[in-house]
C-alpha cells in the first residue's frame, strides 16, 4: 500500500511517498527521476509523522542524522550506494571516486553516478553530499541550486529559503 503528502520546505515542496508505511520517497518539484505520480498512491499524512518532524529540525539546523527506518526500491548495487551515502558526516562531501572505493569499486565512479542520481529517498539519503572530482558541484536530481543550498545549510552558511513557501497550513507543512 502506497500513500504521499506534500509539505513545504525551503528548498520547494516535498513529495513524501510511503510504502506499507515506511519512507519509499521524497522528491522535489521537477526532480529529474521522479516517478509518475500515479505511482504514489492515495494522499495520507498519517505515515509522515516522524518524517516531517525530523526535516523540520534538520532545515531548523537542528538534525545532523535522519533516524528512519526506509524502504527505497533499487537494484542491490544502488542499494549498497544509498547505504554508503548515509555514511557521510553532515556537513562533509565525498567524490564520486572516493565513494567508488569506499563501496570496494574503485573503478565504479560512474556507475556510483548513476545510482547517486536515481536515489530515491533525496535529502534523508544525502546525495547531495557527492561533488565532482575537482569538488565542484556537479548534477543533482533537485537542481545544482536545491544542492547548493543543502550544503550551505549543513555547512552552517544558510541563507532564506531558495522558493518561497505557499504559505501552507496543512498538517504536512515544515515552516
Known sequence: MRNHTVVDSPVGPL???ATDGVLSGLYMEQHRHR?????FGSP????????????????????TDFDLPLAPAGTPFQRRV???LREIPFGDTLTYGQLARHIGQPTASRAVGLANGRNPVSIVVPCH???GSDGNMTGYGGGVERKRFLLDLEQGRS????????????????F
Request: aromatic share 10%.
Open 15 to 17: 513529495t513524501l511517498v
Open 35 to 39: 516517478p509518475d505520480e500515479s505511482t
Open 44 to 63: 495520507d499524512t498519517a505515515p509522515f509523522g516522524a518524517v516531517i518532524e525530523q526535516l523540520r529540525a534538520y532545515f531548523a539546523g537542528e538534525l
Open 82 to 84: 544509498w547505504d554508503a
Open 129 to 131: 553530499r557527492v561533488v
Open 159 to 174: 541563507g532564506d529559503a531558495l522558493f518561497p513557501l505557499n504559505g501552507n497550513a496543512a498538517a504536512g507543512a515544515l
